[in-house]
């Protein structure tokens, strides 16, 4: 059995600074990346950005600068914004990268000599936010209901990817889950959307779009964004496009490796319930194309809303990365978006909310909890475990929040037993007894804390570390 655990993000757009939800996915990814670290496997974490296509072509016009350098400044706040979480990142993958735009070429080359990709012409209604062309019954009023724009109606001539050939080998890998989609529901979403419909061939090429990779087999025209975007869960690895998965030259490294190849396939997707539509049929049916194997898992979660509805800047009710981030630090950040809610369905934050889990979760129930030990203490022996409160099955299935219940349901069980053992009168009256409680105590607070590596891995260190010193520690201060 492979030891290798391989996870993906999305690879976000490069048109704006990153956002709560781009941090969300990421944290995700994070935690399971530290997991499967502790299960001694081999882990490969991979995200990055999305540099190429209309709509980046577009703002960077407007801002004046060329694409290239506007993409770069939006990277450098992703790559800091990813220092600041704490992200444990393998490769961070840029579209823009040399090898990524080689790769694409010759697996375009190869799709278009192996009669997978042809010539014709496309007509239909193009979102610009979305990178994609949507169909009549997808609009709302007229409009892309994510994007709340009128699409524009473009017909060109470009090179098509033949969709209907795969579809029903696409459904039988669903069905059988070799190519698994999760939760349950979208699952079904996707077979009913595969089974009611012959897919229409896709365009993968814009002929009036500049600010892409161009096709090696026709100059005037340039990939279609989200066809190359998707290679990215490829050549992140470091693969060269060529057919099989196979090892680059011993020239290439990334990571200090000469290639990450045998980390295929993916073993999770993680990704937004606005992309799992593309993520479920363009991106198979490619890998289908090329006799590639598929991902195990595509796991689509919600969305973050604040106060019950779509974050945006009219409504007034956008929270940044950045305010959680400096208010409750990487770590309360980190917990803070993870209990949020069930991670597949939408949550809902308020700042108010955030503040009110932050100090009776954070302050008042894991940070109590440790410094009245730590004050109380100065017998103990220390006496090492490796265990969790949850089932490892639960974080795979990516229950996090469950798991945070787990840990929390501790923590407010070894409060209460303080309270109930006065430990503090015990260690006056009753030395034999108050050991015992103090033994008990340090053996909940060690796997609380062994519980959290994933989720909290600073608190979780500064937890360890206070039970080894025995100095007084506070972890998180009230907020107000
Ligand atoms: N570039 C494409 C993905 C290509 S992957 C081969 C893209 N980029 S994006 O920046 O627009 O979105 C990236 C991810 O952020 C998506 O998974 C999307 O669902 C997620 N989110 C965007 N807004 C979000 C929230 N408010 N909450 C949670 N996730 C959100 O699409």
């Known amino acids: 059995m492979k030891n290798n655990f391989y996870v993906t993000t999305p690879i976000y757009y490069a048109n704006d600074k990153p956002h709560i939800g781009h941090a969300y996915t990421t944290v995700a990814a994070d935690v399971l990346a530290r997991f499967h670290k502790l299960q001694k496997q081999d882990v490969f974490l991979l995200t990055g950005t999305d540099e190429h296509g209309l709509k980046i072509q577009k703002v960077a016009e407007k801002s004046g600068k060329n694409p290239q350098e506007f993409v770069d400044g939006i990277v450098g706040e992703y790559k800091k914004l990813w220092k600041d979480l704490n992200i444990e990142y393998s490769n961070f993958i840029r579209t823009t990268d040399e090898n990524h735009k080689k790769a694409v070429q010759k697996v375009l080359q190869t799709l ?48 098509l990817l033949k969709m209907t050939e795969k579809q029903k080998e696409l459904i039988e890998k669903i069905e059988k889950n070799e190519f698994e989609i999760a939760p349950e529901k979208y699952k079904n979403e996707i077979l009913s959307f595969l089974k009611s419909q012959a897919l229409k061939d896709i365009s993968i090429s814009r002929k009036n779009v500049k600010w892409g990779i161009e096709l090696p087999f026709n100059k005037e025209h340039t990939t279609y964004v989200w066809m190359e975007a998707f290679l990215n869960y490829l050549t992140g690895l470091g693969w060269d496009g060529l057919e099989e998965v196979r090892p680059l030259s011993a020239k290439t490294t990334i990571r200090g490796r000469t290639s990450d190849l045998d980390f295929w396939p993916p073993d999770v997707q993680l990704i937004g319930k606005d992309i799992l539509r593309v993520h479920a049929t363009i991106w198979p049916i490619m890998l289908l194309h090329l006799g590639l194997p598929l991902p195990k898992l595509l796991f689509t979660h919600g969305h973050i809303l604040s106060g ?60 109590n909890l440790v410094s009245r030990f730590v004050k109380l203490n100065d017998l103990m022996i220390p006496i090492g475990s490796n265990v969790a409160l949850y089932k490892k099955e639960m974080l795979e299935k990516m229950e996090f929040d469950q798991c945070l219940n787990f840990v929390w349901s501790k923590i407010r069980n070894m409060n209460k037993f303080i309270e109930d053992n006065k430990p503090w009168e015990l260690a006056k009256t009753d030395q034999e007894k108050f050991t015992h409680v103090m033994q008990q105590l340090y053996f909940g607070i060690y796997e609380i804390s062994e519980s959290l590596i994933p989720f909290m891995p600073e608190t979780s260190e500064k937890i360890k570390k206070a039970l080894e010193t025995k100095e007084s520690t506070i972890l998180f201060q009230r907020i107000k």
Request: hydrophobic share 30%; net charge negative.
């Open 308 to 367: 019950g509805k779509k974050m945006s800047k009219t409504l007034g009710n956008v929270i940044t990365i950045e305010e959680v981030l400096e208010k409750f630090g990487v770590d309360g950040t980190r917990y803070l978006l993870l209990s949020a809610g069930t991670f597949g369905s939408d949550v809902d934050v308020t700042m108010e909310r955030l503040i009110e889990k932050y100090n009776a979760d954070l302050a008042n129930g894991l940070g």
């Open 112 to 159: 278009y000599d192996k009669s997978a990709i042809y010539k014709g012409e496309y007509e239909g209604l193009y979102c610009i936010g979305c990178e994609q062309f949507k169909n009549e019954n997808e609009l709302v009023d007229g409009k892309c209901p994510d994007h709340e724009t009128v699409p524009e109606k473009l017909r060109e001539e470009c090179y």
